[in-house]
């Protein structure tokens, strides 16, 4: 196996958990590994810190998986981790079936995502070396979770690009249908596993569950509501009415389905910037507005501009709220931290002229968990504040 020797001290990310290992930090290399393959890395004191995977196209030049000298990265190794995680996923007791099996780093897979749905699996590889290990990593899901009847590769993304990796898709192991049925609490959706654009985000479950509980009776407004979760969990628990806003005809047309028992359901197809300022115009409210925008800030440099989207997207939500009403905001910006987002929130609040309060902080869903020493894992965050 070949061996990559890092300077001094750059080993101590690593020494805290963090996995990732940039190539400035690497000072030589013995042997000629090949990209995607596992080597030994040592550090300054020829000391042996771990087994990485290698990748010299990438500004991650090493993604450390294991410090322990004796394992082997193997379907022993994969498996341990694949039950590991799985073990977590059950432990939590998630009332639906569909929610994220392997979030990447915090389940000690750099590089990987997998998302459960009902019988079905969905892999996202991310890196080389774990695009390279992918027949492990499916033979491990195939070995420790039970009952599963096909899995889907949806390996695409910002990730892929930057390991030098072209996007795939396609069956892994067994059948997979064009539809399946999931639930979420008393929610029922059909989702598109193999779809471009319609798979399910399981990080708002339990937001999803908290608007619901708020929803009786009341008119909801669903901003960037992609295929309708929030709504139908409105409309399930007996909200008057509920308007969807989001750019892409294509997930509203899947909304549609996914609401289509419901007669007080409204769809508007636009670009919310638009949208919302309309909307105020009008002299609309609602009850229960939440907004669910896209990734605003991809990194630390587009901050001050997506903090001044975030002010402008509460700000007109803060008009379309009742007196009385709540508002939910989130965002799933990895560069925008908590703190942040409260601070577009403040001065959003000043600038409407109302008071709010924060009555739940919120998270992405605990299947989604984050790495006490990876911050970039925890990336879903928002606020449920009331307007008085
Ligand atoms: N709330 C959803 C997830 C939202 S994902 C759920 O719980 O399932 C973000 C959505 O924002 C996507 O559907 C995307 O089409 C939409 N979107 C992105 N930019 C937009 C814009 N400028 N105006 C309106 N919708 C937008």
């Known amino acids: 196996m070949s061996k990559v020797f890092i300077k001094k001290d750059r080993e101590k990310m690593w020494y805290t958990g963090h996995p990732w290992m ?55 190794w994969y498996s341990e981790k694949v039950r590991e995680a799985f073990t977590l996923r059950k432990m939590v007791k998630i009332d639906s079936n569909a929610y994220r099996l392997i979030h990447s780093e915090s389940d000690s897979l750099p590089g990987v995502i997998v998302d459960s749905f009902g019988d079905y699996l969905v892999v996202q590889a991310s890196t080389l070396g774990m695009e390279k290990d992918k027949n492990i990593l499916v033979e491990a899901l195939k070995k420790e979770i039970p009952n599963l009847k ?45 779809g471009q654009k319609t798979g399910f985000y399981s990080d708002q479950r ?17 901003v960037c509501s992609y295929t309708g979760g929030f709504s139908l969990h409105a409309m399930v628990n007996g909200a008057n009415s509920s308007t969807l806003i989001d750019v892409s005809e294509d997930v509203l047309n899947v909304a549609r389905k996914n609401l289509s028992s419901y007669e007080s359901v409204e769809f508007i197809k636009g670009n919310i910037f638009n949208v919302l300022r309309d909307l ?61 987002l409260r601070m577009a929130l403040a001065f959003a609040v000043k600038d409407a002229g109302v008071r709010a309060i924060i009555v739940n902080q919120l998270h992405q869903s605990p299947c989604h968990p984050i790495s006490v020493a990876v911050p970039e894992t925890e990336y879903l965050k928002g606020f449920l504040v009331r307007v008085i």
């Open 22 to 76: 940039y190539s400035g930090a690497v000072d030589k290399i013995e042997g000629n590994p090949m990209g995607g393959s596992v080597v030994e890395v040592y550090n300054y004191k020829q000391e042996f810190i771990g087994y990485a995977h290698y990748n010299k196209n990438s500004k991650i030049m090493l993604r450390m998986l294991e410090k322990n000298i004796d394992k082997k990265i193997d379907l022993n």
């Open 150 to 194: 096909g899995i889907y590769e949806k390996s695409e993304g910002d990730g892929r690009k930057l390991e030098g990796l072209p996007e795939i898709s396609g069956i892994l192991f067994g059948e997979v249908p064009d539809e399946i049925q999931i639930y979420e609490g008393k929610s029922k959706f059909t989702i598109d596993l193999k």
């Open 206 to 222: 339990d937001n999803r569950v908290l608007m619901g509980s708020l929803s009786e009776g009341k008119d909801f407004l669903d």
């Open 280 to 340: 105020v115009k009008e002299g609309r409210q609602w009850d229960l507005v939440n907004l669910d925008p896209p990734k605003l800030a991809p990194n630390r440099r587009d901050l001050p501009k997506a903090l001044k989207a975030y002010k402008d997207i509460i700000l007109n939500g803060l008009k379309l709220t009742r007196k009385g009403g709540f508002l939910s905001i989130y965002s799933c910006s990895g560069a925008v931290t908590s703190s942040d």
